[in-house]
């Protein structure tokens, strides 16, 4: 166990130095650091533009290897670079994840949760109308862009509003400034709402297609009959068997799901203002900032690595099939 | 009978898609009886118990009476059949791998069964009665602790005997609990099953589909047809004078492991799930069938007084008991074969010395970290023109690694000569022309072949690799199909449009197209129906008298062996023990594996003795991986022979291996000690 974890700590670390390195060279391809400086008037001084990339070391001048080479020095020493505002790319990656974190998390336990609820009801009551509707709704759900989703729901929040005539869904930004104690944690609450719904659907369109069908492929197995023949009835046989045995692949598809949503949080975050990681990130495109572009990618990387790890030592715990 | 303990009257069964698969059943039991259902697939036998024990998939209707012990099942809500399922009837089921749930320790499974019906049981109390059930069923105390996959076939089975019996059930169902096992675990799990019930005092319903099973375990048989019990007797009785024309079909297409004799084919198929008429639903595959059998269905009749009853659904069963109708009236026997075979000619396939060790690899870059699995062990074989030569043992032996081998599928040490030349060292385009003359019929015809592929083509792509010319082609396809016994308007049928039977032949015809030199048949039978298998048996015998078929037969059946070989070789942890013709080898088994192998076969004949379990304990080893071989026999951890035998003898078993000699002119084994008579017990 202990080698196996060792090992796979080993391949991890080498994944995500190769990640990070192609996510820092893709990112100084395709970036051009100097588009913030292009068609100000009065023009900026080379002297000063020079100076500039120098302290986010993004110089063209240097050559590619090098710019590599220093950036992974300051990675060893556990620092991300400059961003092109002149704060450390670590710090603002800090602030910004725990607001990307709260949507993820909240999302992802909500849109696992309901998906695999959703899921076991639609095999369980396989061709009923409930199957047959959420059937069809994820289908919708999935072919619609998560954006569209986004934009509806503030249609419908505004609407509501409006027919109320007071604000009770609030989805610009994550809060007004001005509340604090209770109405302050009502507020964001408030504000959470929405881009977690958006995020949650989309969660539960996926996850309750998965769940369907690996619980109807228990339920096609004589375990079911078996633990009924031996004295359970239709429902407790098939919580305490069928549910369980159809749970276990969910559950580490779920935790590597944590981590393929931040590509889907992007774009919630972007529609409904949140500054959070993915923001960060399409910011750093804009505006040709390499560093945090780097970053973002270098954070990424780990974290998809490390769910990965977490994924395969959950399925071993819970399936004694599965050896390490 | 005083208080049945099962009375089913008038149940019917039908299933969500329209099918109605059990249409109006009558079935009594006595307590502590044991009673075997017997049918070819699709007859009812699955939905009748499923339907008795309440197991029925949703959608499914039950109309009708199921009484146990004088209680009403039909119409229980399912809270009160849970209630009743584990102490009232419990049931055994044939796949025990997905039945045991893969999440629980196996001894755990077996407490829960019993805590489900007695919500007040101490700890203490759940555990002394798990340890009992499974120091009954044969199980070290050690293996509660297992998961159902780290136990093989037989150990998860008796797993299930055990949670079956937890609760001492007045009714036991067993649906097929031997089929997916070896013939020897098959008889221990039986052995197994027959104390369970004895101990639990508990009646056995036993669905089988091998009359052998039934005839050794039964004391009275029912016989299923199109979802109707159309002939009830006690087994002897049964086996011996046969009342309805569909059980005497039945028992003439069986093969018997103790001679070779003509099979008799029933004709037709079984009607469809969806079948409705007035007659008998055999009428029309019956050879005595009277016009009034096509229009009223006969009633399950005879002589009630006699206890238990002899009953035939069969307007002409009174003609069978009287003797004006006789059984070789409805089912003649064909004249006995000429066994007198021609000398053999020259080797067609010689396997010297093969051997091939899987590697069990730790991950890439860690190859053999974990050892190796010798699959074949020294395996020598010769394939003469003209004969059928079986290759017997149970699954692990290493059979399907040595065929492999003669179609270059897997890289192994040894030499595979075929037609004389050695596979090794010719050049590619002689090698071609030689893999060409061995045609290879797989175990399922269904996977087998190409679903998009009419038979026409499917049985002419071994010509067009050939390159023989399409007219040529389709008259040759013709000729084959005819060759087993198919009309040729099936070569424009797609395999979906075929029965399992017919498939098979499809796979014999591709494989005869090319007029092989020698055809391997891997389990030519299994999975296929009694009076199917007994018509493919039939045509293959056929082949070999007419055609001077050359054969490679691979199978674990023993009956199949001795209805068609010639010679004979058994395998057992990759090694050849004993190879000699069929019948020295059947009435005079040399080597103790292979005494073992024929103690176990179940013979379908009630008053022969009754199948014994000679090897005791599982073959773990087949699949267990080795260090560096020792040199030793492999057997001996299991011999019956090596129990019994001196301290030094034991020595050499210990030390050395076995080598495959001549004991007589046409007889090999591989055995230090098969001469030492050791007495028995």
């Not at chain 1, 292009?38 to 986010?56: C, F, H, I, K, M």
């Not at chain 1, 339920?219 to 068997?241: E, F, K, Y």
């Not at chain 2, 799990?189 to 056995?204: F, I, M, N, P, S």
Request: hydrophobic share 45%; glycine share 10%.
């Amino acid at each position: 166990m202990l080698r196996y974890l060792a090992r796979r700590a080993a391949n991890m670390l080498l994944l995500a130095l190769l990640a990070t390195s192609g996510g820092y060279v893709l990112a100084s391809a395709a970036l051009d650091p100097l588009v913030r400086f292009r068609g100000s008037n009065p023009p900026v001084p080379d002297e000063q533009v020079r100076r500039a990339l120098a302290l986010t070391g993004t110089d063209p001048d240097t050559p590619l290897a090098g710019r590599l080479g220093s950036w992974l020095a300051g990675l060893a020493r556990g620092s991300l670079g400059t961003s092109v505002d002149n704060r450390p790319v670590t710090s603002e990656i800090a602030e910004r994840a725990g607001t990307s974190l709260q949507l993820l998390v909240l999302g992802t336990v909500l849109g696992v949760g309901l998906g695999v609820l959703v899921g076991i009801v639609g095999a369980v009551r396989q061709h009923r109308w409930f199957d047959r509707v959420t059937t069809q709704g994820s289908f919708v759900v999935l072919a619609t862009p998560t954006f569209v989703v986004a934009v509806l729901l503030m249609v419908g929040a505004t609407r509501l509003n409006d027919a109320t005539g007071r604000q009770i869904i609030r989805f610009t930004g994550q809060y007004t400034p001005g509340h604090d104690g209770w109405a302050g944690l009502a507020d964001r609450a408030s504000h959470l709402l929405l881009p977690t719904v958006a995020l949650t659907l989309g969660l539960v369109a996926v996850f309750s297609r998965y769940q369907r069908a690996a619980l109807l492929d228990v339920l096609s197995t004589d375990l079911v009959r078996g633990a009924r023949a031996m004295g359970h009835t239709q429902r407790s046989a098939l919580v305490r068997h069928g549910v369980r045995v159809a749970l276990v692949p969910m559950s580490t598809l779920a935790v590597y799901t944590g981590g393929m949503v931040l590509a889907g949080a992007t774009i919630t975050e972007l529609t409904f203002s949140w500054h959070g990681m993915g923001e960060y990130l399409l910011l750093a495109a804009r505006r040709g900032d390499v560093n945090a572009a780097a970053g973002t990618v270098a954070c990424a990387a780990v974290l998809v690595l490390a769910l990965g790890l977490v994924a395969d030592l959950l399925h071993a715990w819970l399936d004694p099939r599965v050896r390490l | 009978m005083a208080e049945p303990l099962l009375d089913v009257r008038g149940l019917h069964v039908r299933f969500a898609d329209g099918a109605h698969a059990v249409r109006g059943v009558d079935l009594q039991m006595a307590p502590g009886e044991v009673l075997g259902l017997v049918g070819e697939s699709g007859a009812g036998k699955s939905a009748l118990v499923s339907g008795v024990v309440g197991l029925l998939p949703r959608g499914a209707t039950l109309t009708g009476s199921v009484r146990l012990a004088g209680t009403e099942l039909v119409g229980l809500d399912d809270r009160r059949l849970a209630a009743l399922r584990g102490p009232g009837v419990a049931m055994v089921f044939q796949d025990p791998l997905s039945v045991l749930n893969p999440l629980r320790r196996v001894g755990t499974l077996v407490a829960e069964a019993l805590r489900l019906h007695d919500r007040t049981v101490t700890t203490h109390a759940v555990q002394t009665r798990v340890d009992e059930l499974f120091t009954l069923v044969g199980l070290p105390a050690g293996t509660q602790q297992a998961f159902a996959h780290e136990l093989s076939g037989g150990m998860r089975q008796r797993v299930g005997i055990a949670i079956a019996i937890a609760c001492s059930p007045r009714l036991l169902v067993a649906d097929e609990p031997t089929t997916a096992l070896d013939v020897a675990v098959q008889v221990q799990v039986l052995e197994v099953l027959d104390t369970a019930r004895q101990t639990a005092d508990a009646g056995l319903l036993l669905v089988s589909h091998d009359l052998g099973v039934v005839a050794g375990w039964a004391d009275r048989v029912a016989v299923m047809y199109a979802g109707h019990v159309v002939e009830q007797a006690p087994t002897t009785d049964l086996f011996a004078a046969p009342r309805m024309p569909y059980t005497i079909g039945l028992l003439r297409a069986v093969p018997d492991p103790r001679a070779a004799r003509r099979l008799v084919p029933v004709p037709g198929e079984p009607p469809t799930a969806g079948w409705s008429g007035p007659g008998c639903a055999f009428a029309p595959r019956c050879p005595v069938a009277q016009p009034r059998c096509a229009q009223e269905r006969p009633r399950l009749g005879g002589d009630q007084q006699a206890l238990p009853a002899h009953l035939a659904a069969c307007w002409r069963a009174d003609e069978l008991v009287g003797g004006t109708l006789s059984l070789d009236d409805v089912f003649a026997v064909g004249a006995p074969r000429d066994r007198e075979r021609p000398v053999p000619g020259d080797p067609v396939l010689e396997i010297c010395d093969l051997r091939l060790t899987y590697r069990l690899d730790a991950g890439v870059r860690r190859r053999g970290r974990r050892g190796q699995i010798v699959a074949v062990d020294s395996v020598w074989l010769t394939v003469r023109r003209g004969e059928i030569v079986a290759l017997v043992g149970e699954s692990g032996a290493g059979k399907t690694s040595t065929v492999e081998r003669i179609f270059e599928a897997v890289p192994a040490l040894g030499t595979v000569r075929l037609l004389g030349h050695d596979l090794a060292r010719t050049g590619r385009s002689v090698r071609r022309r030689l893999r060409r003359s061995v045609q290879l019929v797989a175990q399922d015809a269904t996977d087998a072949l190409d679903p998009r592929m009419t038979v026409r083509a499917t049985v002419g792509e071994p010509l067009l690799l050939a390159r023989v010319r399409r007219p040529e082609r389709h008259r040759r396809v013709a000729a084959a199909l005819r060759t087993v016994g198919l009309h040729p308007t099936v070569a424009d049928a797609y395999p979906y449009q075929l029965s399992g039977g017919q498939r098979r032949r499809v796979a014999v015809a591709r494989a005869l197209v090319t007029d092989p030199e020698l055809v391997v048949l891997d389990e030519p039978v299994a999975g296929l129906d009694v009076s199917v298998a007994a018509g493919l048996l039939e045509l293959l015998a056929d082949l070999r008298d007419s055609r001077g078929l050359t054969a490679l037969v691979v199978t674990h059946d023993l009956a199949v062996v001795r209805q068609l070989a010639d010679r004979v070789a058994v395998m057992a942890v990759g090694r050849v023990v004993e190879e000699a013709p069929t019948a020295a080898l059947f009435t005079a088994p040399a080597h103790p594996c292979t005494q073992a192998l024929l103690a176990a076969v179940p013979v379908p004949d009630p008053t022969a003795d009754r199948p014994r379990a000679v090897f005791r304990p599982e073959p773990e080893w087949a699949s267990a991986p080795t260090g560096p071989a020792t040199p030793q026999c492999r057997l001996a951890p299991r011999c019956p022979l090596f129990a019994g035998l001196t301290p030094d003898r034991q020595h050499r078993c210990r030390t050395e291996v076995p080598r495959l000699l001549p004991s007589t002119a046409d007889r090999t084994v591989a055995c230090h000690w098969w001469r030492t008579v050791v007495p028995s017990g």
